[in-house]
């Protein structure tokens, strides 16, 4: 069974521009959650999502935004970035919610700001 | 809110020495704890998790953790440091809320000399 997929695993960017990252669950999972890893602040939730919908939302700008698609691949977005904005983006899987799902993470996109 | 606190930015241990990982958490109701471990330029592999039930837990690697609630303490030890242990750990704490967030820890390098 293939894991969770991340694209693209290495971006580089300008401030100010804008980032799409892609990520593909493990087949049947429902449920995908973002976090963001930095040296300085460690890992933090970004959003959650099952069925489409936004469930929970991490203490982020508006300048990030997700979504979720009926075959549960998610994307989330950021524009106006910000050299802070540089870290690892990580997506994690599960079959449902809730913290007895298990969530399976990808391998992550590493977005650099210059 | 919840919180947890890791001990120790880094553990230095030796091949065979027995490693000990500590991570103290903060929450308003009972919680589900977890370990993960992170490879580099890898994602999060789950270790492993309490919910209920049994204080002591196992879980793959050879590691294992005991919920202690009086001390609001999840330690994380293996008995014999093997050279493949290196890498960053990672403490977490899930509320019974119905989410899958996770808030983690700051995360703990294990480094394993011969």
């Known amino acids: 069974k293939a894991g969770v997929t991340q694209t693209p695993r290495y971006l580089i960017k300008t401030r100010g521009q804008q980032v799409t990252l892609s990520c593909s669950p493990i087949s049947g999972h429902r449920s995908v959650s973002w976090y963001q890893q930095t040296p300085g602040q460690g890992l933090q939730f970004l959003f959650e999502?099952?069925?489409?919908?936004?469930?929970n939302k991490g203490n982020f700008p508006g300048r990030f935004s997700g979504r979720q698609f009926s075959n549960s691949r998610s994307e989330m977005n950021v524009s106006t970035l910000e050299l802070g904005d540089s870290a690892l983006y990580l997506c994690?899987?599960?079959?449902?919610?809730?913290?007895?799902?298990?969530?399976?993470f990808g391998p992550g996109t590493r977005l650099t700001v210059l | 809110a919840q919180s947890v606190t890791q001990l120790g930015s880094h553990v230095s241990v030796s091949e065979g020495a027995l490693v000990l990982l500590r991570c103290n958490y903060s929450?308003?109701?009972?919680?589900?704890l977890f370990w993960y471990v992170q490879y580099p330029n890898q994602g999060l592999q789950l270790l492993l998790k309490?919910?209920?039930?049994?204080?002591l837990v196992k879980g793959i690697n050879g590691f294992e953790a005991e919920f202690k609630k009086s001390e609001t303490s999840f330690h994380l030890t293996k008995p014999s440091a093997h050279m493949s242990d290196a890498a960053e750990y990672f403490c977490?704490?899930?509320?019974?809320?119905?989410?899958?967030?996770?808030?983690f820890g700051k995360g703990t390098m294990l480094l394993v000399s011969p």
């Open positions: 929450s308003s109701v009972p919680p589900y």
């Open positions: 994690a899987s599960s079959l449902g919610q809730g913290p007895n799902n298990e969530q399976f």
């Open positions: 999502y099952f069925s489409e919908t936004q469930r």
């Open positions: 977490a704490v899930s509320e019974n809320s119905g989410y899958s967030t996770l808030t």
């Open positions: 309490y919910t209920t039930g049994a204080t």
